[in-house]
C-alpha cells in the first residue's frame, strides 16, 4: 500500500543521516567509531609503496628500483614484497638527501670553469699537434723550429696545464727511473760544455764544442793543459764562476767541486768591468775572463712534461711554451720535474712525492665534453643511488673506488696525464649490480635485470678501448666498488632467521673490506716498487 511504500522510502533516509553523523565525528575527531577494535595492518596497502602517492614516499627512493630500475621497466614480486618482515625493513630504510652528489658536482663545474680561464684552450685532436715558427737560436741566428704536443678531442686545456692542476701522472708522484736515467745523461752531457763567446761580442752560450762555430765564436774551455781556479778542468760556465761569486762563496770550508753539474746557483757576483759600462774596450781591457764579460743570450729552458732541460733563448723557449730560468746558467740547477708537476713542492727538489694526485685529480676533467658526460652521470645515476646508501656511503664508494682506479693507472699508463673521476664512477655502476644482487628475491626476473646492467657494463668497457681512453681506471674502480658498496650499501633480510642473516652478512662485510684494504695495498707496493721498463 501508499503507507508501505512511504515507510519503506523514509528508511534508508534515517540510515543515511546516521552514516553522515559517523562521518561528521570521523572528520571532527579522525577517529572512526570502531576503528579501536580493528587490526591496523588490515588498513596496509597491499600495492608497494612507490605506488602511493602519498606525501612524505612519493619521491622516495625504493630500495632494487631507482631511476634505473623505473627505465628498465623492473618492478617487485608482491608476495614477496608484502611480507611482513621484508615490508617492515623497506619502509623503514631512511630516505637521504643527495648533498654529496651535488657538492662534488659543482666543485667539478667550478674547477673546470677556473681552468679555462686561467689557461685557456689547447689543441683539439686525436693525434699529436705540430706547430712550427722561426725563433732566434742560441747560435744569434733565426732558426725553423718545430714543436709537437698532445691533443685532446675532449676541448679543454693541454697536457702539460692538467699536469700542473693536478692531474694523474706517475713521474709527479714517484721518482722514475726512465726519468733519472735521462737527466743523468743531460748531466754528463753538460759536464762536457763550455761558453762559446762570440768574436764579435754580440753575446756567449753554454754549448758543446761542436755546437760552437770555430768561425764567428770562440770556444772556452778548461782542461788539464789549460786548467781554470784551482786546477780545475770542468767548466767554464758562462756568467759563473767560482772566483767571482760571493753568494754563495766557494772557499776551503765549502768549495765548489770540480764538476759543473754540482755548482750551486750564483746569487751574487763580483762586478766586473763590463758591468761599470764600457762596451767592446771595456771587454778587452778587462782582467776578467771572456766567460765572465760575455752577454748571456740563453738560459735553461724546461720543454715538455719529461723533464727535459735545454739551453735555450727566451724567445725558443717561450715557444715551444716551456719554463725559462733566468736566475739559473745551468740545466743541473733547476728540477725541471718541479716545473711540469707544479702543486706543492717536492719535500726533497730531485724527489717527485704528488701522491695526493690520485684523488685529487677525481676533480679535474679534460674538457668540456668530458665534464659533461660526468654531471649527467652524477645527476641521474649517483644523485639516485645516494638517495638510497646516504652522503657518507656514497662518498666512500666514490673515492674509494676513484682512488684504486687511479692508482692502476699510474702503474700501467704511467706517462700519460689523466683526470676525471672515471674510476669512480664505475664503482657507482658496481653498486647498482650489488643492489639488484641484494635485492634479488624480491624482484620479477631478476636475471634479466642484472643481464642488462652487465650489458651496458660490457659497453662502457668496448668504449674504454678507444684512444685516449683509461680503461684500467674502469677495471679497477668497479672492482673495488664493488667490494666497497657490497660492504657498505643497505641491506634486506628475506630470511626470516634474521641472525643466521646477520651473521653470515657480517662475515660477508668483513671480507669484502679486508679484499679491498689488500687490493689498495698491493696496488701501493707495486706502484713504489716495481722499475718501469720502456
Not at 685532446?152 to 701522472?169: E, M, N, T, Y
Not at 771595456?282 to 715538455?304: F, K, Q, V
Request: contains cysteine; glycine residues 8%.
Amino acid at each position: 500500500n501508499i503507507d508501505g511504500r512511504l515507510d519503506i522510502d523514509r528508511q534508508p533516509e534515517r540510515k543515511d543521516k546516521k552514516k553522515d553523523r559517523k562521518a561528521d565525528d570521523f572528520r571532527s575527531t579522525g577517529d572512526f567509531p570502531g576503528s579501536q577494535d580493528l587490526d591496523q595492518s588490515r588498513l596496509q596497502p597491499a600495492l608497494p609503496p612507490h605506488f602511493l602517492p602519498v606525501g612524505d614516499v612519493v619521491d622516495r627512493r625504493e630500495y632494487g628500483i631507482g631511476v634505473v630500475g623505473e627505465a628498465f621497466g623492473r618492478d617487485y614480486k608482491t608476495m614477496v614484497r608484502n611480507q611482513p618482515h621484508v615490508r617492515i625493513q623497506m619502509d623503514e630504510m631512511d630516505d637521504y638527501r643527495p648533498y654529496f652528489t651535488y657538492w662534488v658536482t659543482t666543485v667539478q663545474i667550478v674547477i673546470m670553469i677556473v681552468t679555462l680561464i686561467l689557461y685557456g684552450f689547447g689543441p683539439v685532436g686525436i693525434e699529436l699537434s705540430e706547430r712550427t715558427g722561426q725563433v732566434m737560436a742560441q747560435g744569434l741566428y733565426i732558426e725553423d723550429v718545430g714543436y709537437e704536443e698532445p691533443s685532446s678531442f675532449w676541448f679543454g686545456p693541454r697536457a702539460a696545464d692538467l699536469i700542473h692542476l693536478g692531474a694523474k701522472f706517475s713521474p709527479c708522484m714517484r721518482k722514475d727511473k726512465l726519468i733519472v736515467a735521462e737527466q743523468e745523461k743531460q748531466r754528463r752531457r753538460e759536464s762536457e760544455t763550455g761558453c762559446c763567446v762570440r768574436n764579435d761580442h754580440s753575446g756567449c752560450s753554454q754549448t758543446a764544442r761542436e755546437e760552437c762555430s770555430t768561425l764567428l765564436s770562440t770556444f772556452h774551455k778548461w782542461s788539464a793543459r789549460y786548467p781554470g781556479p784551482d786546477g780545475r778542468v770542468s767548466g767554464p760556465v758562462c756568467g759563473q764562476d767560482p772566483l767571482y761569486c760571493t753568494a754563495p762563496l766557494s772557499s776551503y770550508a765549502n768549495t765548489w767541486p770540480d764538476n759543473i753539474t754540482q755548482w750551486p746557483i750564483c746569487h751574487v757576483t763580483t762586478p766586473t768591468i763590463k758591468s761599470i759600462g764600457f762596451l767592446n774596450l771595456a771587454r778587452s781591457l778587462s782582467p776578467a775572463p771572456a766567460h765572465m764579460t760575455c752577454e748571456r743570450i740563453s738560459r735553461p729552458c724546461c720543454i715538455g712534461i719529461h723533464g727535459r732541460c735545454e739551453i735555450r733563448t727566451q724567445e725558443y723557449c717561450d715557444f715551444v711554451q716551456g719554463h725559462f730560468h733566468p736566475e739559473a746558467t745551468l740545466c743541473s740547477q733547476v728540477s725541471c720535474m718541479q716545473d711540469v708537476c707544479g702543486m706543492l713542492p717536492f719535500f726533497h727538489p730531485s724527489v717527485p712525492d704528488q701522491f695526493y694526485r690520485v684523488w685529487l685529480s677525481l676533480f679535474l676533467h679534460a674538457g668540456l665534453l668530458h665534464l659533461a658526460v660526468s654531471v649527467i652521470f652524477q645527476l641521474y645515476l649517483m644523485r639516485d643511488m645516494e638517495k638510497l646508501c646516504g652522503p657518507l656511503r656514497i662518498g666512500i664508494i666514490y673515492f674509494g673506488s676513484g682512488i684504486v682506479g687511479n692508482l692502476a693507472s699510474a702503474i700501467f699508463v704511467p706517462y700519460r696525464a689523466e683526470s676525471g673521476p672515471a674510476g669512480a664512477q664505475f664503482g657507482i655502476v658496481a653498486s647498482l649490480i650489488v643492489e639488484v644482487v641484494n635485492v634479488w628475491p624480491a624482484l620479477k626476473s631478476p636475471s634479466i635485470a642484472l643481464g642488462k646492467l652487465l650489458s651496458i657494463l660490457c659497453m662502457l668497457f668496448f668504449l674504454g678501448l678507444m684512444p685516449w681512453v683509461d680503461n684500467y681506471a674502469h677495471v679497477f674502480g668497479f672492482g673495488s666498488g664493488f667490494l666497497l658498496s657490497y660492504a657498505l650499501m643497505p641491506y634486506v633480510s628475506f630470511d626470516k632467521k634474521s641472525v643466521n642473516s646477520l651473521a653470515a652478512r657480517a662475515l660477508l662485510i668483513a671480507a669484502c673490506l679486508c679484499v679491498y684494504a689488500l687490493v689498495l695495498t698491493a696496488l701501493m707496493v707495486v706502484f713504489y716498487t716495481i722499475e718501469q721498463e720502456g
